[in-house]
């Protein structure tokens, strides 16, 4: 069975930083790919960022440059460090994993966690 568990969501003041973490069991990480999203409300669900196998990454560009994404093999747990934050970056936030070595699309990613929520004021 396998569970994706965020957490590391809260309120921050615009210009903030927050991490978030995703605790993966039942699945090793070291699988492949593994990827950030978010939904903020009336939105459709958005990459933010996503690691591939190799350890290749990808951003959206509204991100690039204040978020980072990054993984811990022994913890089995995914990272995203977010800074500057800005009020556009208010969201649902979800990790989730494709098994697939290389990054595609959201539609290949076969797991997901619940999400932890983030807010910027």
């Known amino acids: 069975h396998v569970q994706l568990v965020e957490s590391g969501g809260g309120s921050v003041r615009a210009g903030g930083s927050l991490r978030l973490s995703c605790v993966a069991s039942?699945?090793?990480?070291?699988?492949?790919?593994m990827g950030w999203f978010r939904q903020a409300p009336g939105k459709e669900r958005e990459g933010v960022a996503d690691?591939?196998?190799?350890?290749?990454?990808n951003y959206a560009f509204s991100v690039k440059g204040r978020f980072a994404i990054s993984k811990d093999n022994a913890k089995n747990t995914l990272y995203l460090q977010m800074n500057s934050l800005e009020p556009e970056d208010t969201a649902n936030y979800f990790c989730?994993?494709?098994?697939?070595?290389?990054?595609?699309?959201?539609?290949?990613?076969?797991?997901w966690g619940q999400g932890t929520q983030v807010t910027v004021s």
């Open positions: 989730a994993a494709a098994d697939l070595w290389y990054c595609l699309g959201q539609s290949t990613y076969i797991y």
């Open positions: 039942g699945y090793k990480i070291t699988s492949g790919c």
């Open positions: 690691i591939s196998g190799d350890g290749s990454t």
